[in-house]
């Protein structure tokens, strides 16, 4: 009763000092001024929260003195009513009173969240729910009102205060309030994030307990299980205080004492990953490039000078140049934005040149990339005329450097030493790969080619140019370094500030690449590449019909040299040229449509790439004319003298209705007549064009509506199920198109239309439908699913036909969960039947009855680890009855088995064999008469052609019989393990079973190898 009261009392109080509250109340005297209530109300805030302080909960609240729900309901109250009352007291204009209370709030609060306050050990979850809802409104608490008491107060007591609350808030980093960390770290990040967004200056004790609190939690961390949840607490901490304070502030609370001497401690490794990856999501304030230059490049100089020591392990030395990469990783945070970009970039630009140098760190060269690239994207996008200019100056010294690395991509990795550290850089990272560094590094160049001045990059080009063609004429040719020359000219079309006259002189310069197959796959591709480029960056160069016309001729021929990686390429440049037309343009959309044929054949080749970018230049064709007109001139291909080009046209036609159909009204009203037209090649023998056929026709049963969809449907039943041979591959397609029709139209307007040879597939179909339907509506009838059927559920990979409660399989109607308590009798009763036979000699038949009628026999488990007493005088009342519909997967509840003599028959599930090979050893010896049927079947089975038949292993025939290993025999004619003939028969639905198997003896072997 006391504590229903108090918890009452407490609703009322915490409603009172609601905002709104103040606002909805109706006051008596509608004459007192707004700001006379407020103030009314801050006042008795202040008392009510000093009554609540000085009150003690852990008495009112203590364990025993009411249930555990009433407990935690009230503690939760009284803490809210805490928070809700410090609210009004930071704003109350009294700041000696709110420098006072804040900080015995805070602790309050920590108080009655502490988890593992109940009596009982269920209650720890209610602890847990208790601390989540206070420290949720605390941080919000801190959100919402610390910043403003700070910016406003100016008492001399805020340091103290500040302090203070920061030692109580602080409590929540011991180990009892490790299950609550989730959120209770949540509101100590957020604390130290408002102090220092508040930005009044903090005394050198303030910041030595900032720094203090924080190197706590990181000690914390150190002995926590690795990947558990209060260590992933911990790390979110961190990287919400960087994301919220910044990564300088952050860094200053961070301890790094005798870094210079030690290095950085092997349990403070994590930290820096955690900032480069919560620094890079975002940051309050723009970074400032003097810091990362004066502070942390300071500590990667001491940590290299400590890798270099003689007297230092090898181990020890890896384990240093690993850190100096991850303080060189940060790099690229800083770049983000700063605010110092013309202060500090020229003696930065000293340093980076340097270290892209560095032969033992090949890895700084992706660092270095990606700060500039992200360094001048963001000059790019800002304002600035003093940064623009002193990366401007900055990118003449950094791009040659950049060039260089390209050119000769081995000189700085092939001198650096192997890192193979766990918590370093690998040899064989990614990262380490040319063509990553490759990427990255031009990348970065065509961002900073932006800021770099005109001059200096036609000269620049004119030298890259110079050289590639030296490269080219030269007798000892490198493929190597045009591949590198190409890839710098790529860079350099993509950062836009090339003018006509050089990429005029480019285009002529890869013309060759693209005409002849001479130069190797990898130059030709490359080649296209800076092609695709140039197109897609320069439109207007391209749109003259002239060179559109040299363009298109030159695409069109290089069909016999492309090689197969460069095909998709020659391609991909077509489209950026249409996307480049212009509808009005109506000479050069014809120049196009001369190269549609081509576009057509593309779409059967055998690269997934190549098609994928031939449909994409069919839509881009489609988009720059009338549709109705380009569907008249891919109907035209319809009439292609190939199959080949007939199958393509269809496949043409599919995509453009897919796309256009359910948008453009006009498709809709022409969609009839087309699907007659193509109706007509149903009838063809080659087996592309009918596959063709049949997947247009099932996208335009999706996209015609039903009323011009009925009158087409005898014509179009009759092509689905007119007898050919060349359909019987696409069957499955076809009653798929069937079902959407049935269930548009029904059974009842298809079977008229249904030729005489098909309607019983139509029958059949009717017949599973109706089955499924009455299954589903007694399902829907019965009872609740039990717990049973809900794991199958979850775990069945079968089609839900009804919302997950038949588990249909297939056109067969077959559910798992119907037949659940059928099959697990089946198996038991096969289980007893065999046992029975194996022991006794007698038949199956004779044996089932028996083993029915002692199949509902079950002992008392023994699950509880309790032994059962056979012969105790309970035992008779301890005996279970299994009921016939029981489904139970409890191993300890199977049916009791008995033998002729009366005794219990125990057995291994795993010498369980069938009932037919265990009869066939216990044959008797009398010779017994088989009839023709039977003795051939037998004979089949000896020579292993029989249904039963185990697959062959692949390599048997070259087994030695006296030894290990293989052999070659006289009648031979291959190798041992030559080859393997592909047969598509094996892989069909029916024996590809058996052609795994075949290989299973090689998979066994290759695991012996990797355990040796």
């Known amino acids: 009763s006391h504590a229903l009261l108090i918890q009452s009392l407490l609703s009322v109080v915490l409603q009172a000092l609601d905002d709104d509250f103040l606002e909805d109340q109706t006051w008596e005297n509608e004459k007192q001024p707004p700001q006379q209530r407020h103030n009314l109300l801050q006042d008795w805030s202040s008392r009510v929260l000093a009554s609540l302080l000085t009150a003690k909960p852990a008495l009112i ?122 959120v209770a770290l949540k509101s100590l990040v957020v604390y130290l994030e408002q102090v220092f967004v508040a930005g009044f200056a903090l005394t050198p004790e303030t910041q030595t307990a900032l720094a203090t609190c924080f190197n706590s939690l990181l000690n914390q961390h150190a002995g926590l299980r690795d990947g558990s949840p209060t260590q992933r607490s ?46 890079m999501t975002a940051q309050p304030i723009a970074p400032r490039l003097a810091f990362f230059r004066g502070t942390i490049l300071n500590v990667a100089r001491s940590l290299d000078r400590l890798a270099t020591n003689a007297n230092v392990k090898k181990s020890e030395s890896l384990f240093h140049r690993a850190r100096v990469l991850d303080l060189w990783s940060l790099l690229p945070c800083f770049c983000q934005g700063p605010s110092d970009i013309a202060e500090s970039m020229a003696p930065l630009t000293i340093i980076l040149c340097k270290a892209l140098e560095d032969a033992r760190y090949p890895h700084l060269v992706f660092i270095i990339a990606r700060g500039l690239g992200g360094l001048a ?56 790969d040319k063509g990553q560094q490759t990427q990255v590094l031009c990348e970065a160049i065509a961002k900073l080619s932006r800021q770099a001045p005109p001059k200096f990059l036609r000269a620049l ?12 004429q030269s007798e000892s040719r490198d493929d190597e370094s045009i591949c590198a020359y190409l890839s710098l000219s790529q860079a350099l079309v993509a950062s836009e500030v090339l003018d006509d006259s050089n990429i005029s002189f480019l285009y002529r310069t890869i013309k060759p690449f693209i005409r002849a197959d001479e130069y190797g796959p990898r130059c030709q591709k490359k080649a296209y590449k800076v092609m695709a480029e140039l197109c897609e960056r320069n439109h207007s160069f391209f749109s003259e019909l002239e060179r559109l016309k040299e363009m298109t001729e030159l695409l069109a021929g290089a069909v016999a040299t492309s090689q197969v990686a460069a095909r998709h390429m020659r391609l991909k440049c077509l489209k950026h040229i249409v996307d480049g037309l212009d509808v009005s343009n109506a000479a050069g959309l014809a120049e196009i449509d001369n190269i549609l ?41 319809l009439g292609a003298e190939t199959p080949h080009m007939r199958s393509a046209a269809v496949m043409a036609l599919s995509r453009i209705v897919f796309e256009y159909a359910w948008e453009d009204e006009a498709l809709q009203i022409l969609l009839p007549s087309l699907l007659r037209t193509v109706l007509v090649l149903m009838n063809e023998n080659s087996r592309e064009v009918i596959k063709s056929v049949v997947g247009f026709i099932r996208v335009s049963v999706a996209a015609i509506p039903r009323e011009q969809l009925e009158p087409l449907l005898p014509e179009l039943i009759q092509s689905l199920l007119g007898y050919h041979k060349t359909k019987d591959r696409f069957r499955s397609k076809i009653k798929i198109i069937l079902k959407k029709l049935v269930k548009q139209f029904g059974y009842e307007l298809l079977m008229p239309h249904v030729p005489e040879s098909e309607t019983r597939l139509m029958t059949h179909m009717r017949k599973l439908d109706e089955r499924r339907k009455r299954r589903k509506e007694a399902l829907k009838d019965s009872a609740r699913p039990n717990e049973d059927m809900f794991d199958n559920m979850v775990e069945s990979d079968e089609e839900d036909s009804d919302d997950g409660r038949t588990l249909a399989t297939g056109l067969t109607g077959f559910t798992r969960m119907t037949s659940r308590s059928n099959k697990t009798s089946k198996e038991q009763d096969a289980k007893s039947i065999a046992s029975k036979t194996k022991r006794t000699g007698a038949s199956a038949s004779a044996l089932s009855t028996k083993s029915r009628q002692t199949a509902a026999l079950q002992l008392p488990d023994e699950t509880d680890g309790e032994v059962v007493d056979m012969l105790g005088a309970s035992m008779a009342k301890r005996v279970k009855f299994m009921d016939d519909q029981d489904d139970s997967d409890d191993d300890s509840g199977g049916p009791m088995e008995f033998d002729d003599e009366g005794r219990l028959v125990i057995e291994d599930e795993g010498d369980f064999t069938d009932m037919k090979s265990t009869h066939d050893r216990e044959q008797p010896t009398k010779k017994m008469r088989t009839g023709k049927f039977e003795s051939a079947k037998i ?42 003939p592909l047969d598509g028969k094996s892989y069909s639905k029916k024996n590809r079973r058996n052609a795994v198997e075949s290989m299973g003896s090689v998979v066994r072997q290759g695991k012996k190898r990797k355990q040796h």
């Open 377 to 432: 994207e963001s000059v790019t996008n800002g304002d600035s005329s003093e940064d623009s200019a002193a990366l401007s100056e900055a990118s003449q010294k950094l791009l040659p450097l950049l060039f260089k690395l390209i050119a000769s991509p081995s000189t700085a990795s092939s001198k650096g030493e192997e890192m193979d550290v766990d918590s370093g850089p690998k040899s064989n990272d990614i990262e380490s």
């Open 461 to 472: 080009f004119k030298k890259l140019m110079h050289k590639l063609l030296d490269e080219i």
């Open 234 to 279: 911990a790390e979110d901490a961190v990287s919400t205080l960087v994301q919220g304070a910044g990564l300088e502030r952050t860094w200053s609370l961070v301890s790094w004492q005798n870094v210079a001497s030690l290095g950085v401690p092997n349990d403070r490794a994590w930290i820096l990953s955690t900032l480069r990856t919560a620094a």
């Open 939 to 980: 004979q089949r089975e000896k020579t292993g052609r029989g249904p039963n038949r185990k697959s062959k292993q692949l390599g048997a025939a070259y087994k030695s019989k006296k030894s290990g290993g293989d052999v070659k025999r006289k009648d031979q004619k291959f190798e041992p393990y030559a080859f393997v």
């Open 597 to 637: 044929a081509e576009n057509l054949l593309c779409l059967k080749d055998t690269n997934a790439k190549t098609r994928e970018a031939s449909y994409q230049l069919l839509l881009a064709s489609a988009s720059k004319h009338q549709l109705a007109q380009f569907l008249q001139t891919l109907t035209a291909a």
């Open 61 to 182: 609240f203590r364990a025993g003195s009411a249930s555990d729900e009433l407990l935690e309901r009230g503690r939760s109250l009284y803490g809210r009513c805490v928070i809700a009352s410090t609210r009004h007291v930071l704003r109350n204009q009294n700041r000696a009173l709110a420098t006072k209370l804040f900080p015995l709030s805070i602790q309050m609060v920590v108080l009655l969240s502490k988890p593992g306050n109940s009596s009982d050990e269920d209650g720890d979850d209610g602890d847990l729910e208790v601390a989540n809802i206070l420290f949720v409104d605390l941080t919000q608490l801190f959100r919402t009102s610390l910043v403003n008491f700070f910016k406003m107060s100016e008492h001399p007591d805020l340091q103290r205060c500040t302090k203070e609350s920061l030692e109580s808030i602080s409590a929540v980093i011991r180990p009892e309030y490790q299950p609550c960390w989730s």
